[in-house]
């Protein structure tokens, strides 16, 4: 009864059917082993991308301060700019002596 | 009795406030620490240092002590505060007190200050740099007196020293309007201006801030710059480099231990501060 239901043709087409799957597989299991060994494959040079226009402000004409990095206080904002102050060009030291107590305490820049 | 007393010197208007023997000592402290530390007095040890034509000078006593106290600011702002740029400073015209400035015919080539150090009573450069130790002396000074108990209070140009707990500076803008009022205390602030002091060398506006990165008065959108701090020395040079940082200056004053605050009069008029 085996016999019958495995015999001649069946069988060979069984075999033939059998070995061409563990080809493939043994195929394909080489293939990764081989890709897993090679050399990187080199470097393509990639196109530069078109060129843009960029601007950066110099220190002298940025509109904003950089952020501190514990935040910025704006504490007077002027939207509409101010014309340059006139620069003190030359400036008179007068020797004066006045009792205390006086007007606050004044920082201007020297 | 207090009084508050005002007098010229080291190129400005210096503020006192105190008891009237104090005030009298302070005072005299000012016209010492001047009649060394001056580029323009004849006499000065600084001018003598300056045309030394050796490379290692002896100093000593304030001199000394002021070229030690410039080369730790120097260090600790990477640079950008050192008295070394003299050399570019009278190059660009400031060769004397500036109500006799003369304009210079043209430009100056930038040039960077050299190395220069002290140590053991000796300072060693190359000759031909002129150190000026002008802002230095100022709030070097304020502390001196300040610290010494013989005033409470001193202000020379822009720097100001504080031992009244419960002072208020207003931080007053180029154009003379009051820009901040800031609580300073036991402590000190210092206001560095590019609006103020100014000339023309050559055809082009100069100032006597010169960014030793350079050589040129700097260019900055920073009118001026103010830095509250522990001691004027430390505001003072805090101030000139918020200044010369321009658009980085308050983001580099928020990373410094020793600034307290910084503030900006920006061009335009807008004010800017750090986060006290």
Known sequence: MIRQRFGGVRSLRILSWTAVAVGWVTAVIARLAVAGTQAPAPDVPVPDPPAQTVFVPSSGTASTPALPERGLV?????????????????????????????????SSGS | MRMEHTFGGMGTRIVLRGRRDGVSAARRRFEEVEGVASRFLPGS????????????????????????????IRDRTGGLVDPAVGRMVVAWGY????????????????????????????????????????????????????????????????????????????????WDEVAATVPVGVGALATSSIARRRWRAGGTDAHHLVDPRTGRPADTPVLSASVVAATALEAEAGAKAVLLLGAGGLAWADRQPWIRRAIVVWAGGSVYGTAA
């Open chain 2, 95 to 174: 060769d004397r007190d500036f109500p006799d400035l003369v304009e210079p015919a043209q430009e100056p080539d930038g040039d960077p200050p050299g190395a220069w150090a002290v140590a053991g009573g000796v300072v060693e450069r190359r000759p031909g740099t002129v150190l000026d130790l002008g802002g230095v002396a100022k709030g070097w000074t304020c502390d001196r007196v300040v610290e010494s108990g013989a005033v409470t209070f001193a202000s020379a140009g822009g720097d100001l020293r504080s031992a009244e707990p419960d002072l208020v500076v207003e931080v007053r803008d180029p």
């Open chain 1, 74 to 106: 704006v504490i007077r904002h002027t939207p509409d700019r101010r014309p340059d102050p006139d620069p003190v060009v030359r400036r008179v030291v007068v020797e004066t002596t006045v009792p205390a107590p006086s007007a606050p305490a004044q």
């Open chain 2, 45 to 72: 040890a600084l001018r003598q240092v300056n045309r030394d034509r050796r490379s290692r000078v002896p100093v000593g006593g304030d001199l000394e002590a002021l070229l030690g106290a410039a080369a730790e």
